[in-house]
């Protein structure tokens, strides 16, 4: 995409440190991670009012209760 950087992350752990580092655009989550789940970016992003979309094939009210505002 034109004017925007890609950071791919591999882990949740990643993505934190990451975004902690640098202001983001937007973040495309994927749900699986290697440590359970993206649960604490999908946290972190929503205290921060970054906007973010999650790609997976279980429904948003069961994956972030209560987030769904």
């Known amino acids: 995409m034109a004017g925007y950087d890609i950071f791919p992350a591999g882990t949740r752990s990643e993505a934190l440190n990451h975004l902690a580092a640098s202001p983001i655009a937007a973040t495309v989550l994927d749900w699986s991670t290697p440590e359970g ?6 946290d972190y992003l929503l205290a921060h009012r970054m906007p973010y979309a999650i790609a997976s094939v279980a429904a948003a009210h069961h994956l972030l209760p209560g987030r769904d505002q």
């Open 37 to 42: 789940g993206s649960v604490p970016v999908a």
